[in-house]
């Protein structure tokens, strides 16, 4: 309704000022619309002090009327990014949010800032001087690097969107707190380093990487282009914020490889009434990722199928998760039906990555940049030992399946990898380092992993010790 009013009003003012001007000499013309556009800048400094003055009230809360879910923050190195800081604040703003800008850098700010270099130091358990108090550049960047990340996760509720851009030193800062904000708070960062190997800056968060194509190095016809883009990316994120469906089933992890997808597939689809079933790539990042969600309590339990990437730890390979696999579910205690997919192999790249000392092993070339290494009986009987020592730490329950006609699609009688042997070393190691209880088994299924019946003796397996 007042919309209406508005409308209708401004049509008659347009008519009366046109019949006045009908009415009216040239020089009293030129007064008379230099009058009117007095009038309407006026109009539009009110609008913006009324907008600034809302924001003192709340300097907390973006704009309500825009739909932008508290403040994006801002981050750089001003020492050095000053000019990109401020054309990035800028359109932000134009975007209709409220802006918080951070300083990480290591010297003088040469741009206004929110939240000063010297409060992000404050953070570090060693005092400011150990930020900034050095000649060392390596030793300042990592210790910012740990300052800025006390200061996201101490100000996470403040924190609706966070956008940072940097060379190699403030990826390095800006990321590792990034890092450590909750799944789905937007976080873009424009990196001189986004082409690349982004695992260090990335880990299992779900940072967006942002290629600068320039140098970070002063504004020009590109990199206005790309800073453009990712202002209005972050805005667009930060203006529809992810509203949770209502479900009330509990969540369960399950890990997945190419060679153990029927599997993994039919349990997804024999659990989906009563769990919600979440399924990670089980490439390294998969199984950590999946792990932080069990230890942050975003999951209930997990259905490990595929347990590959032990093998590429044990062995050598290169999608290792790390060795501290199986360490959420010790600490959780959460229910946990595991099984031994995958553990036939371990991955390389292109055929001319894999090392020398392997020279002479069974290969599979999944594609020209994939190439898989048959496990030996000895390298499985190792892995085997190396869970089982793990799950015996566990005081949740624990179930292990053990399918004997094969642990992949490339396990199986008559395919590439088949080797009963292997097999058996590894369900032998198994059975005989676990240590069995009343709430910890291993069970051996006379089928294939790829098979409906182990899909279907998964599903019930963890239905019954959850």
Known sequence: MREAVKTLFKEVFNDICVKIREKLTFEAKNFFNTALSCIASLQSFL???SAKRSNLVRPDICRAEKGIDRVIHLVGTSDT???EITYLADLLKQGGADTCII???????????????SEIAAQHPDGTEAVLGGDDRGQAVAAMADSFARYCHANQSKIGAIIGLGGGGGTSIVTAGMRTLPYGVPKLMVSTLASGDVAPYVGTSDIIMMPSVTDIAGLNRISRRILHNAAHAILGMAAAPYTAPDDTRPSVGLSMFGVTTPSVTQISEEIAARLDGVIF???????RSMEELLGQGMLDGLIDITTTEIADEVVGGVLSAGP???DAVIASGKPYVGSVGALDMVNFWAPDTVPERFKDRLFYHHNSN??????TAAEAAEIGTWIAGKL???????????PEKGISALDIEGGPFWDVAANDALFTALERTLN??????IKRLPCHINDPAFSAAAAQAYFDIS
């Open 103 to 117: 300083d990480v850098g290591t010297r003088a700010a040469g741009c206004a800032v929110n939240v000063s270099s």
């Open 47 to 49: 609008q913006i002090v």
């Open 324 to 326: 501290a696999r199986l």
């Open 281 to 287: 790539h089980a490439t390294g990042t998969g199984g």
């Open 81 to 83: 990014k000053s000019a």
């Open 370 to 375: 994939v190439t898989l290494m048959r496990t």
């Open 392 to 402: 015996n730490k566990s005081t949740g329950p624990v179930c292990l399946l053990l």
């Open 436 to 441: 069995q209880t009343a709430s910890r088994s």
